[in-house]
């Protein structure tokens, strides 16, 4: 009982140092990214200027910038930024193949795809959207007060990879940040639940630049994390363009089974800086 109760205050102890660090990555981030940014950066129904953009058959002439129309031949629309908040759930998978990395100076995957998630919870939640933590059992909110706690949240928590099977409402948006190392056909019944109740997603597929070279040389053994056991090679080296094959295939199906869905898919490297992902994340989560 005391061993754990020692146990459980060294974990604890363990993840509050770390949680300072992982906000500090996640504002740095941010920073980097914000530069041109500006609030939800799609068109619709709003009180703020966005955009002028050439008229369109259809466009009702109410619309028209006579003035910007003056300066030139086409005619110009003035359009505002959409002002209804969205919901955004993320999902940074925690299963124990996430908790690993092939060298001491990259991060853990399950790290990388907290940073991620965290990044752009914190950008969309300046634009005045609305955040959860998908399975957390909290409402999504709005404010950037809601990071430590999602963050701690994430640092936490633990599970076998399975895609939480919770409803989401129509038109929200999930992210979801994972090794995806299982069969697409594992994933394919969650997300067409989600897709057909008209949920919009964002797949992040997340990977040790090990996984995706598989450098090693010689005898290797290679331990499974999720109670697969142990494999050992005489020649690893040989498994190389095998290996690469499959994981070409895994790639394709993953894109396939998105593809169908009108989903996006993203794949990110640990050994790669966040700054491109978490751009490309933003980018697809303002558009309508």
């Known amino acids: 009982m005391v061993e754990d ?13 770390s949680l300072p660090a992982l906000l500090i ?15 939800r950066r799609r068109s619709g ?10 008229y369109q ?9 006579w003035r910007q129309s003056a300066k030139s031949d086409p005619l110009y629309v003035r359009e505002t930024e959409w002002a209804a908040a969205q919901t955004v759930w993320v999902w940074p998978d925690p299963s124990p193949s996430m908790r690993w990395r092939s060298r001491s100076d990259l991060p853990e995957k399950h790290r990388r795809a907290a940073l991620l998630a965290l990044v752009v919870a914190l950008l969309l939640l300046q634009g005045g959207e609305r955040v959860g933590l998908l399975g ?93 056991g142990d494999v050992e090679v005489p020649r690893a080296e040989a498994l190389r363009e095998a290996y690469a094959a499959r994981l070409a295939a895994h790639r394709a199906a993953l894109r396939e089974l998105t593809g169908a869905m009108g989903w996006t898919l993203l794949d990110h490297r640990t050994d790669e800086e966040p700054g491109a992902a978490v751009i490309a994340l933003h980018n697809a989560l303002a558009r309508r």
């Open 5 to 17: 109760v020692r146990g459980l205050q060294l974990e604890a102890e363990t993840l509050a140092a």
């Open 25 to 39: 990555a996640v504002d740095r981030v941010a920073a980097n990214v914000t530069q041109g940014a500006h609030g």
């Open 45 to 54: 129904p709003g009180e703020n200027f966005w955009q002028f953009r050439r």
């Open 57 to 65: 058959p259809g466009d009702p002439a109410t619309a028209i910038d």
């Open 136 to 228: 957390g059992g909290e409402a999504p909110g709005t404010g950037t007060a809601l990071l430590p706690a999602m963050a701690g949240d994430m640092l936490a928590s633990a599970g076998e990879g399975a895609l939480p099977d919770v409803p989401v409402a129509r038109r929200a948006h999930v992210l979801l940040l994972s090794d995806f190392l299982m069969p697409p056909e594992r994933l394919e019944a969650q997300l067409r639940r989600w897709a057909d109740a008209g949920v919009q997603g964002h797949l992040v597929h997340l990977l040790d630049p090990a996984e995706i070279d598989l450098p090693y040389q010689g005898r290797v053994r290679f331990s499974g994390l999720e109670g697969e």
